[in-house]
């Protein structure tokens, strides 16, 4: 364990900011379990805080979509994580502005996305304004197994808030595409 | 004093509009699970349901705050009476068949993306970012929604009766979206809202747009239109769906699991 008193934290802390983030790292998305909660951008901040002379570490989240079951079992299982390595004193924050966007998962989390089965988001933010039938420009989704881009969706809504159904028009695998948000 | 009371107090309604509106659409949405006509609609309407009942949760916890009389989210959506809602009436109408739910949510999608849209240039911070968040969600509505009127309406004769019935049907609902009362006034003056009167011309081309593919008659925009959810008059409808989703929360207080 690192010992470290800031200026700030009058207090002992038990971890650096940095430390903290790769224990967070370490945190599974509990319906994606192959990629992390700070691979998915939902851990914002990290910051240590005197509460009344105790050290509290101070997580800030963005939670995914508004209505996302994960997402107080994403709170717990970062509480938990923090407790294990003997952080006694942790506060989520919930930061809703700016909204969470697909565009903050990193090359290496579509990557993995794509490893796993699930055909990563194919274009940055969606293009909120052509929402007209005759005007939308349907993103090129690449097949996860063939690579083939010749595939269909056949539903805008998955098994998560996050990913839509498509099927692969070469190999004819159906798959689950991380819908761009 | 009495200005400021008054204005959280328009603040409140303002926001219970918003948060009703989504509640009461995820709660009839959610009637369609497990019975859905196919599974990827069940789930499609699961997804959506889940998404309002989030949204429907950030506008509810902030408007219990705006308040300031201890009652959280909770309490607003389990523990008020029907009088005390402010949805609109559109979206308290019964699922019917699947055109009715479908035309009933595309008519509703295409006034909440706007409206929401306009909501995320708010003066109020706090429901800048629940807007900027929901309208990312509901722009995926809006598409399936619309997607979905021309399939049923430029579908089988069957299909295009029933949507062409449910427009009819819901059309007298539709034009309680773009009133403007004392509540709106006061929130526009504020930069807290922006006019909902602005959108509906936008909202009627989008909707147009929609049926002529669908080759679905629209009704006479200027017909009579039924008025009364956002100041809590609302058909016999509310008060089965207040039984049903209130029902645990009546029945054992404080219930939590």
């Excluded at chain 1, 207090?11 to 379990?33: N, R, S």
């Excluded at chain 1, 966007?101 to 989390?109: I, P, V």
């Excluded at chain 2, 706007?114 to 240039?121: D, R």
Aim: net charge negative; glycine share 6%; charged share 20%.
């Amino acid at each position: 364990m690192v010992t470290l008193a800031p200026a700030a934290v009058a207090t002992e802390v038990y971890a650096t900011v940095a430390q903290v983030w790769t224990w967070l790292a370490e945190v599974p998305d509990p319906e994606i379990p192959v990629l992390s909660i700070v691979d998915l951008g939902i851990v914002r901040e990290v910051a240590w805080r005197d509460a009344d002379g105790r050290a509290e570490c101070v997580v800030t989240i963005t939670p995914t979509y508004s209505g996302c079951p994960a997402t107080e079992a994403i709170a717990a299982s970062i509480v938990a994580a923090l407790h294990d390595h003997g952080v006694a004193d942790v506060t989520l924050e919930i930061r809703i502005a700016p909204a969470w966007t697909t565009d903050w998962l990193t090359d290496a989390a579509k990557e993995k996305l794509k490893q796993y089965g699930i055909a990563p988001p194919a274009q940055q933010t969606i293009a909120i304004g052509a929402i007209g039938r005759g005007r939308r420009a349907e993103p090129v989704v690449e097949c996860p197994r063939c690579a083939s881009t010749r595939t269909q969706c056949t539903s805008p809504f998955g098994s998560t808030p996050c990913k839509a159904m498509y099927r692969c028009l070469d190999c004819l695998e159906p798959f689950d595409y991380f819908k761009c948000h | 004093m009495a200005t400021e009371t008054s204005e959280a107090n328009a603040r409140f309604e303002c926001l219970l509009r918003q948060g009703d509106s989504t509640l009461i659409l995820a709660q009839r949405l959610a009637e369609w699970c497990g019975k859905a006509p196919a599974l990827e609609e069940d789930i499609a309407l699961a997804n959506v349901a889940l998404d309002l009942i989030g949204q429907a949760r950030l506008w509810l916890a902030y408007a219990g705050e705006t308040e300031g009389a201890g009652r959280g989210e909770d309490d607003l959506a389990y523990l008020r009476d029907a009088h005390d809602f402010r949805n609109l009436l559109l979206v308290e109408q019964p699922n019917g068949n699947y055109a009715d739910t479908i035309v009933r949510q595309f008519f509703f999608d295409a006034w909440h993306y706007p409206t929401l849209q306009a909501l995320s240039q708010s003066a109020d911070e706090r429901i800048a970012g629940i807007a900027a968040k929901a309208v990312k969600e509901v722009a995926y509505h809006l598409r399936r929604s619309g997607d979905l009127v021309v399939r049923m309406g430029d579908g089988t004769a069957e299909s295009h009766a029933k949507a062409q019935a449910a427009a009819d049907r819901l059309w007298m609902y539709t034009g309680e979206m773009f009133e403007r009362d004392g509540v709106d006034a006061a929130m526009i003056a504020q930069g807290v809202t922006r006019d909902a009167a602005a959108l509906r011309e936008p909202w009627l081309a989008h909707v147009r747009e929609g049926f002529v593919e669908a080759t679905l008659t629209l009704a006479a925009p200027d017909a009579w239109m039924q008025t009364g959810g956002r100041h809590g008059r609302h058909t016999e409808n509310l008060g089965y769906i207040l039984a049903e989703m209130q029902f645990l929360q009546r029945a054992y207080p404080g219930a939590q699991w």
